[in-house]
C-alpha cells in the first residue's frame, strides 16, 4: 500500500498566520492527491483535488501544489473557521489511503 | 439538495454481523461510483471500499477483504455494507460518500462498536 505521511502532525498557529502543510508519498502518485478539512464531529469536506484544483466553493486562501511524491496544501492567512484536522488522501493505487492528519490549533 | 444519509450502526459482539445502508437523493445515484470510509474514534480517516455505477467492479482495503462486501441498489438508491466476521478494531464512525476517486460528498457517518 502507498503511505502518506503529514508533517507537522500537530501545528499551533495564530489568526492571520501563512501555514503549509506536507504530504510525503511512499511513492510517485503523479497529481492523485486530494485534501479534505474535517472538524470534531463532522464529515470531512474536500478542499483540493487533482494536487491543486480547488473545489467550488472553497476560499481562495487554500492552495495545493506537489506532484510525484512531495505536496503541500498552503492557508494564505488563517481564519478562525479554519482550526481543524487536514487529511491527504492518494487516488493514485488501491487501496486509497489517508495521511494521519494534521491537527491545526489555534496559538 | 444533494445528501447522504447512514443508517444501520450500533453495538454488536465480536465475531457478530451488520449492515450499513447509505440512502442518497438530490442526485443521480446510478452515475455515480460509491465510498465507504471509517474512523475509529480520536484516529484518522481509513478508506474501507468503494462500488462502480452499475456495481460491476468493487475494492476493499485488505483488511476487509473476506469480511465486508460492498453493494448498492440502484433502483432504490442506496448503498450498502455488509459487515461479517466483525472484530474490535471494526469499531468506527462509516461515512459513506459520493466519488470513486476524490470523495466529493459525505454523509453525516454512523457508529458502528464491536465489543462484548
Known amino acids: 500500500d502507498i503511505q502518506l505521511t503529514q508533517s507537522p502532525s500537530f501545528l499551533s498557529a495564530s489568526v492571520g498566520d501563512r501555514v503549509t502543510i506536507t504530504c510525503r508519498a511512499s511513492q510517485g502518485i503523479s497529481s492523485y492527491l486530494a485534501w479534505y478539512q474535517q472538524k470534531p464531529g463532522k464529515a470531512p469536506k474536500v478542499l483540493i483535488y487533482?494536487?491543486?484544483t480547488l473545489q467550488s466553493g472553497v476560499p481562495s486562501r487554500f492552495s495545493g501544489s506537489g506532484s510525484g511524491t512531495e505536496f503541500t496544501l498552503t492557508i494564505s492567512s488563517l481564519q478562525p473557521e479554519d482550526f481543524a484536522t487536514y487529511y491527504c488522501q492518494q487516488l493514485n493505487t488501491y487501496p486509497y489511503t489517508f495521511g494521519q492528519g494534521t491537527k491545526l490549533e489555534i496559538k | 439538495e444533494v445528501q447522504l444519509v447512514e443508517s444501520g450502526g450500533g453495538l454488536v459482539q465480536p465475531g457478530g454481523s451488520l449492515r450499513l445502508s447509505c440512502a442518497a437523493s438530490?442526485?443521480?445515484?446510478?452515475?455515480?461510483?460509491m465510498t465507504w470510509v471509517r474512523q475509529a474514534p480520536g484516529k484518522g480517516l481509513e478508506w474501507v471500499a468503494n462500488?462502480?455505477?452499475?456495481?460491476?467492479?468493487?475494492y476493499y482495503v485488505d483488511s476487509v477483504k473476506g469480511r465486508f462486501t460492498i453493494s448498492r441498489d440502484n433502483a432504490k438508491n442506496s448503498l450498502y455494507l455488509q459487515m461479517n466476521s466483525l472484530r474490535a478494531e471494526d469499531t468506527a464512525v462509516y461515512y459513506c460518500a459520493r466519488g470513486g476517486a476524490t470523495l466529493y460528498i459525505w454523509g453525516q457517518g454512523t457508529m458502528v462498536t464491536v465489543s462484548s
Open positions: 438530490g442526485f443521480t445515484f446510478s452515475n455515480y461510483w
Open positions: 487533482a494536487a491543486s
Open positions: 462500488i462502480k455505477q452499475d456495481g460491476s467492479a468493487e
